[in-house]
């Protein structure tokens, strides 16, 4: 399982997992030792605090797949920033976002050649929990933006 979260980001860490239904939860952590401030570009060791995040990622062994990130917020010490926290960030997932790029890029392929409503259908039958207007919000932000 750690080699499969690797292939997510190399700074995470398998913790544990458990099966509900059709669904597998794995649980996270991040192992980077100083984890930069996004706003002023100072890195920082020091841990303010931690908080569960929980995402969708792509299906596995025909199971969907929730991964529940302990999230660490970290503190600024640059004087000059103006946030005294940051939360520590990842390129596999936007800020805020609830599914990974990669789950969002599978969104789009398979909604290309047929309505939300159909995508809708097929994409929570097997691979993640997506909605009719989740499908459009990401057509419409990919291909407005670009």
Same mark, same amino acid.
């Given at each position: 399982?750690?080699?499969?979260?690797?292939?997510?980001? @190399?700074n995470?860490?398998?913790?544990s997992?458990?099966?509900?239904?059709?669904?597998?939860?794995?649980?996270?952590?991040?192992?980077? *030792? *100083?984890?930069v401030?996004?706003?002023?570009?100072?890195? =920082?060791?020091?841990i %303010?605090? %931690?908080?569960?995040?929980?995402?969708q990622?792509?299906?596995?062994?025909?199971?969907?797949?929730?991964?529940?990130?302990?999230?660490?917020?970290?503190?600024? %010490?640059?004087?000059?920033?103006?946030?005294?926290?940051?939360?520590?960030?990842?390129?596999?997932?936007?800020s805020?976002a609830?599914?990974?790029?990669?789950l969002?890029d599978?969104?789009?392929?398979?909604s290309?050649?047929?309505?939300?409503?159909?995508?809708?259908?097929?994409?929570?039958? @097997?691979?993640?929990?997506?909605?009719? =207007?989740?499908i459009?919000?990401?057509?419409k932000?990919?291909?407005?933006?670009?």
């Amino acid at each position: 399982m750690d080699e499969f979260i690797k292939l997510l980001n @190399r700074n995470l860490e398998y913790v544990s997992h458990k099966l509900i239904d059709d669904t597998i939860y794995i649980r996270v952590v991040s192992i980077r *030792e *100083e984890v930069v401030c996004p706003f002023c570009g100072q890195p =920082s060791s020091k841990i %303010h605090s %931690h908080y569960d995040r929980s995402f969708q990622d792509l299906p596995m062994q025909k199971m969907k797949v929730i991964i529940i990130l302990s999230n660490r917020k970290m503190f600024c %010490h640059n004087s000059d920033c103006d946030h005294t926290t940051f939360a520590e960030t990842f390129e596999f997932l936007q800020s805020k976002a609830k599914k990974t790029k990669r789950l969002e890029d599978e969104i789009i392929n398979l909604s290309m050649n047929v309505s939300s409503l159909t995508a809708s259908s097929i994409l929570n039958t @097997r691979v993640a929990k997506v909605g009719k =207007s989740t499908i459009c919000n990401l057509l419409k932000k990919r291909y407005t933006n670009n």
